[in-house]
């Protein structure tokens, strides 16, 4: 037990420590809003057991942050990290209800967050030149380690761009999946699916060559990006860091322009940068198009592709449009 924390925080600690719900980044993030979270109600309330919080306990904590002129996001982040961590916890005696029932029952109001901050998705030319840079870094040979981490970035954005994978989905691939896949067509995605919400995904033309030339040099029960020395997270942190590193090399103005959105509370303009899940953005707006070009209005487009990537709610769709369609 670590000194100066309450009861409830150690719990906390606990809950983290053992589920293995969701992905690494995605514990991550909730387990410092769940920890903030439970050092307040364990001061406001002296409450002493995780089984124990209940609605009364978020609504006072939801008001405090306001009360803290913390914005939207922030507020609905942590009541995501309570309703995470109270899900993975045992024995809970209450239900936490949805931020909407939240709000009518305790009389506040979060505002509403400006969810499609403009388009991440990359140029054709931009996709491209980053994969010639990944080639000559991989030829080069002067570094081993920058030679694999350009090869494990190709093969990734390879599995994003055509299949829609996030970045840790394909990282962690294993060779089991990969061989099961490579059988059926189908790509299972499991508890390393963002939230644990398994899903699978046809494997495209292009996913098919990057698995088969990963199999045939994984040993079994290997991952294909992961080495056995190396934990996930670093093998996780190693590819997005190339695109860290090379991304201004291929950024075109078009891709700027593309990528450029207003805050409309605000009235300033930002400019998202040119990241790995961007290539989700493209993947998800090229399979909406498709939809679209059957026949299917915007909104049917979005309900038929929305399962497909891994999301319950269509709207969230239109975040990966961008305001496109």
Request: charged residues 30%.
């Amino acid at each position: 037990m670590n000194k100066g924390l309450s009861s409830l925080e150690q719990q906390v600690q606990k809950v983290f420590r053992h589920t293995r719900a969701g992905s690494y980044a995605t514990r991550d993030k909730y387990r410092g809003n769940a920890m903030r979270a439970a050092k307040w109600i364990s001061q406001e309330f002296k409450l002493q057991s995780l089984k124990n919080i209940q609605d009364k306990h978020v609504a006072a904590y939801a008001k405090y942050m306001q009360a803290q002129d913390l914005k939207p996001k922030t507020i609905k982040d942590s009541l995501s990290a309570i309703r995470y961590m109270h899900d993975n916890a045992p024995r809970t005696k209450h239900s936490i209800s949805d931020n909407k029932t939240l709000q009518q029952e305790y009389k506040f109001s979060i505002p509403k967050v400006q969810t499609i901050k403009g388009d991440r998705g990359w140029t054709k030319e931009e996709y491209s030149k980053m994969m010639d840079i990944t080639r000559e870094v991989e030829k080069s040979k002067i570094n081993p380690d920058n030679a694999r981490s350009a090869r494990d970035y190709r093969d990734v954005a390879t599995m994003a761009r055509t299949m829609g994978m996030r970045v840790a989905e394909a990282t962690l691939a294993s060779r089991s999946q990969a061989e099961e896949a490579l059988r059926g067509g189908m790509y299972n995605i499991g508890s390393e699916a963002k939230n644990g919400r398994p899903r699978s995904v046809p494997l495209s033309p292009e996913g098919r060559q990057v698995l088969e030339e990963r199999v045939a040099n994984t040993p079994r029960g290997d991952k294909l990006f992961v080495q056995r020395n190396e934990k996930s997270h670093h093998a996780i942190d190693r590819i997005e860091q190339f695109n860290s590193n090379h991304r201004d090399k291929v950024i075109t103005s078009e891709g700027i322009g593309q990528r450029t959105w207003t805050d409309r509370h605000l009235g300033k303009a930002y400019t998202n940068n040119l990241t790995l899940h961007g290539l989700r953005y493209n993947y998800i707006q090229d399979r909406v198009q498709q939809e679209v070009d059957k026949g299917y209005n915007r909104e049917q487009a979005a309900q038929i592709v929305t399962k497909e990537v891994g999301h319950n709610r269509a709207d969230v769709i239109y975040i990966y449009l961008g305001g496109k369609l």
